[in-house]
């Protein structure tokens, strides 16, 4: 989450999604769904804002270094831990439908690549999910132009899914960026005890 974002200057090296990497998107083989699971398909944008006015991501911890050189400052020592807490839209800009919000928190966790370990949790407000969550976590890394995430777990009617979350940066500027994430994951077949217990989660959005 993205999320995974690091610092203004980092955030401005990610590059688009080129041709090659959306065709390799469109072969990447979905999660297996059987009898007993069905699938969960979404998409979702996280508007980062990194720094002034609406700042969703600040620095939590400071870590205690050393300095890693592919990361530039201020979140550039190893351990310095950021918090989020991201508007999540159902398209790509910031002025587009608000359909949840992205908590979370990524740490610099290589001393000599720009890679973070992340942990986020994606709380749906809007659609057929609202007020489900899933959680989401792995390593995000500056070099890959898209990044991938384990879908652990989820609540509500999310309840028991897997996959897994693939991320897309589009900055806009040094301080706002974009993380579409597109998830693939599936979910048991829920009981009727479990239809019960999450009925006034689940809308007709």
Not at 32 to 45: G, I, K, N, W
Not at 186 to 201: C, F, M, N, Q, Y
Request: cysteine-free; charged content about 15%; proline content about 8%.
């Amino acid at each position: 989450m993205a999320s995974s974002v690091a610092n203004t200057a980092s955030s401005m090296r990610r590059r688009l999604l080129p041709l090659a990497a959306v065709v390799a998107l469109t072969i990447l083989a979905p999660p297996v769904v059987s009898e007993e699971r069905v699938p969960v398909r979404l998409t979702v944008y996280v508007q980062e804002v990194l720094d002034g006015p609406g700042q969703t991501e600040k620095l939590l911890i400071k870590g205690p270094g050393p300095e890693n050189p592919r990361v530039w400052p201020p979140y550039n020592l190893f351990g310095d831990t950021v918090v989020m807490d991201d508007l999540v839209t159902e398209g790509l800009g910031n002025d587009t439908a608000p359909i949840g919000r992205v908590y979370g928190i990524y740490m610099t966790a290589s001393m000599t690549r720009p890679v973070y370990s992340v942990s986020f949790t994606l709380l749906l407000t809007a659609g057929p999910y609202s007020g489900s969550t899933l959680v989401m976590a792995g390593i995000d890394d500056d070099d890959m132009e898209v990044r991938e995430h384990a879908v652990v777990g989820g609540t509500g009617a999310l309840r028991g899914a897997e996959g897994y979350v693939l991320g897309v940066v589009t900055p806009f500027s040094p301080t706002y960026v974009v993380m579409e994430l597109d998830v693939y994951a599936t979910v048991p077949v829920p009981t009727t005890e479990a239809k019960a217990a999450a009925s006034h989660l689940i809308t007709d959005q």
